[in-house]
């Protein structure tokens, strides 16, 4: 469906057409890893079956399609086996101040990605409590802590 720079061709500036092509896109990326999820819950494997024992992650590197510090979701299958909760919603609250630059006004964010990835390596063992930097520099504004888990995962 999609060829190319999906940027170049839903993200050139906020209309009503752009955000319907990233909605789309998104659905069409959703039904494709959701596809991938069930062949793998249908392979038996031990106890359960291969999604069991396999944690599938979908994440958005950002929550809007020009680059906005909106909230972003990540979409878990799987990984039972790692001790993981299904069928909840969690919303990290919208706390840390974040400049956006663009001369607009800083924005509130909630958790960094860094902090999903350090949980997510810690639910497969691994003792460490950040990934790449401890924080992220502001020109004006505090900087942004981006060490230790997610809360609540």
Request: hydrophobic share 40%; proline share 6%; with cysteine.
């Amino acid at each position: 469906m999609y060829q190319g720079d999906v940027h170049q061709q839903c993200a050139d500036a906020l209309t009503d057409e752009n955000d319907a092509c990233f909605t789309a896109y998104n659905l069409w990326t959703a039904n494709l890893v959701a596809g991938f999820a069930k062949r793998l819950a249908d392979v038996s494997e031990g106890e359960g079956t291969m999604l069991d024992n396999t944690l599938v992650v979908w994440i958005s590197t950002e929550g809007g399609p020009t680059h906005q510090p909106y909230p972003w979701n990540a979409v878990f299958w799987g990984g039972q086996s790692l001790g993981l909760r299904g069928g909840r919603y969690l919303r990290v609250p919208q706390t840390v101040p974040t400049e956006i630059g663009f001369s607009q006004p800083s924005w509130l964010r909630g958790a960094s990605h860094n902090h999903l990835l350090v949980s997510l390596a810690q639910l497969m063992g691994l003792p460490i409590d950040k990934v790449g930097e401890s924080t992220f520099r502001q020109k004006t504004l505090a900087p942004i802590d981006a060490t230790g888990p997610l809360s609540g995962l």
